[in-house]
């Protein structure tokens, strides 16, 4: 099964760096700082998989920013999505993000690959994007950013 992963996340408490337009009165937005009480993560992160088979998204929120350990815990929870619908490879397409390239990371996909194929399971294969192809990647977006500040819908 041949799989997009990325990720995204964003803090609770930062603005966001974008341009957006009202009709009514300006906004004012203000800079938000943590209360002490406040336990809950500073960041929110969403990683997803499209699914090139299906064109659907498996779609997983989690606390906190992406690091190795929770990529490693998406891995498995897609892996054992894939082994309950019979797919005995993942061949996932993702980028150069540190927690992918991490050594953590890539341990842990050695040992699901061996765990896989003496147990059977998902096998994972991962396809980098090569660095110089990334921004490329990025035209469609500046597109799109270019006509909403132009003001189409």
Same mark, same amino acid.
């Given at each position: ?26 906004l004012?937005?203000?800079q ?21 088979d ?12 992406? *690091? /190795? @350990? ?10 054992? $999505?894939?082994?309950? &619908? #019979? ?13 992918? *390239? /991490? @050594? ?10 061996? $765990?896989?194929?003496? &147990? #059977? ?14 921004e ?18």
């Amino acid at each position: 099964m041949l799989g997009f992963q990325d990720e995204v996340w964003w803090s609770r408490f930062a603005r966001p760096s974008l341009k957006a337009w009202s009709a009514g009165p300006a906004l004012r937005l203000q800079q938000l700082s943590a209360d002490p009480q406040d336990t809950e993560p500073k960041a929110l992160s969403c990683y997803g998989l499209l699914r090139a088979d299906t064109g659907r998204m498996l779609l997983r929120f989690v606390r906190g920013r992406p *690091v /190795s @350990q929770v990529t490693e815990d998406f891995l498995s929870w897609v892996c054992e $999505r894939l082994a309950s &619908e #019979g797919k005995k490879a993942l061949l996932m397409i993702w980028d150069n993000a540190s927690w992918h *390239v /991490s @050594q953590r990371v890539r341990a842990w996909i050695g040992a699901h690959n061996r $765990r896989a194929k003496a &147990e #059977g399971g998902v096998r994972i294969v991962t396809c980098r994007l090569p660095p110089a192809e990334q921004e490329p990647l990025a035209e469609p977006d500046r597109a799109l950013l270019g006509a909403r500040q132009a003001g189409d819908p």
